[in-house]
């Protein structure tokens, strides 16, 4: 099923009635961690970048101090290379990002043997975006946003993949690092409440509304972040003031139907939600 597009109409004056729904992507929107019919997920694809941007020696490295551990990707390249600072890490974070995204690019909509394609959404996401809409064209103001330290056109194309609209906003790991320059990394990562300041201002101004550096107690009631890391995104909503949802594995259907409720947009009809 294509999803329309959003029918509320977004103004400064319509805001206050608006919730955000924002949402990991890797693990929590998108099973991104299981391999794809080539056999490359998220963890192989970090494992074949190094290979080829550092070396065979960097892996061991990379392996033997717990591989990626949910991490970002300027994380890991700063791990892999402490002694590059400024012009050189941006050089090299830039060139570990695209080729990254040329092994992984090319497996999105791959097919397994049942017919669906790499990456699969979890479990119930699907059903839910479907009751957003739903909600939306009924008149209530609902936008969504991913927020990940994955990027853009990737998760771009596997919403195309899935054949349903893109979120309302994707605020990711490059558009981090633009609208927070000057920040040391461990500010520009989560569980840094700085991204959520980020994710927050870019929803305001969805409605025209200026940036802001402190938000209202019942903006931040507006809120709802899910995510699968219960520190990483845990910290990150709590340190952010807002309501988390953990999706646990195993457990998504569920999740989701805790979100639609927190939502107050009904129960889900699960039925063929992740067609």
């Known amino acids: 099923m294509i999803i329309g597009a959003e029918q509320a109409i977004r103004t400064p004056e319509s805001f206050p009635a608006a919730q955000l729904l924002a949402k990991d992507f890797d693990g929590t929107v998108a099973q991104t961690f299981e391999k794809s019919p080539n056999g490359i997920g998220v963890s192989e694809n970090y494992v074949l970048a190094i ?15 717990g591989g990626l551990r949910n991490r970002a990707p300027i994380e890991v390249v700063q791990e892999l290379a402490p002694d590059a600072t400024g012009d050189e890490l941006d050089q090299l974070l830039g060139l570990f990002i695209d080729t990254k995204l040329s092994i992984s690019m090319e497996q999105i909509g791959t097919r397994f043997p049942d017919g669906n394609v790499w990456p699969r959404p979890t479990a119930g996401y699907l059903g839910l975006r479907e009751r957003v809409e739903e909600a939306r064209s009924a008149g209530l103001l609902i936008d969504d946003l991913v927020l990940s330290s ?19 906003h994707i605020v990711d790991e490059e558009a981090i690092r633009q609208q927070a320059v000057g920040l040391p990394i461990e500010q520009l990562v989560k569980p ?3 991204l959520m300041d980020v994710a927050h201002n870019t929803w305001r101004q969805g409605y025209g509304l200026p940036a802001v550096s402190v938000y209202s107690p019942s903006e931040r009631d507006s809120i709802i972040y899910v995510g699968d890391d219960s520190i990483k995104d845990g910290e990150l909503a709590k340190n952010s003031g807002v309501d988390f949802v953990l999706l646990e594995a195993g457990r998504s259907e569920a999740t989701w139907e ?12 699960m039925n ?4």
């Open 192 to 194: 840094s409440p700085v």
């Open 150 to 168: 994955g990027h853009e056109p990737f998760i771009r194309k596997t919403y195309k993949a899935w054949s349903v609209g893109l979120p309302t």
């Open 258 to 269: 805790e979100v639609a409720r927190r939502l107050q947009i009904g129960n889900m009809a």
């Open 51 to 65: 290979e080829s941007l550092f070396g065979v020696k960097a892996i061991d490295q990379y392996l033997e101090n």
């Open 272 to 275: 063929g939600a992740n067609k």
